[in-house]
């Protein structure tokens, strides 16, 4: 008999493992949805680049995000993941082999559900309901490399004609999921614990918007 013991199965990754991103922008109509894989899969590469992880097959209203028990939409990304029977085996080729996944999010973040933090409702700045907040989610298996979004910023070296370049091919490439006249804004990293902080993205553009 061998006096070996065969090796433990490696535990599969925590939410903590991972990182939320998202790109945010302006629409007439926020919430919407696409069924083509290949469409995010190009769009995944544009922003977020040779790193494992998911794009959630929607677009959001900042106040779609968060259900009314604290759940946000990247969670739901991970748990639908956590709860494949193969999920080792999913989590594995993201860490390994940089796969990406789209996942189709709950029903339940259908429903709006404002936030404490009401800077983006129609009564307090109107202008957000003409220019109307979206964000596009994505949930990254952490890694040290640059994100695609961040190495092309830094290669144009604060020149915004340069990376206007890239911008305008992310504009392009969300045209499937959020058509013209939507735009993108920026994109940044989900904070669940200063979630105000994504709102104040919009917030910093407002004035700028008042004037057209």
Known sequence: MSDFS???APAPPSLTD???FYLYGLTSQPYRQSTDVAQFGQLYDLVIGGHGGVALSSSFHPY???SPAGVTVWYAAFAQLYAQPDRAALFASMAGEQARYVVAPPAS???FHVWPDTRLTSPENPVFSHYIPFVLPFLVRKNPAALRWDAELAAAEGSKEIFGRHLDQVNAAVRFVQPAPAFILG????NEAHPERLIDRFMSVRDSLLVH
């Open 187 to 190: 994109f940044d990293e989900f």
């Open 109 to 111: 973040f259908s429903e």
């Open 64 to 66: 779609q995000l968060v």
């Open 18 to 20: 991972f990182a939320s």
């Open 6 to 8: 065969p090796a433990a």
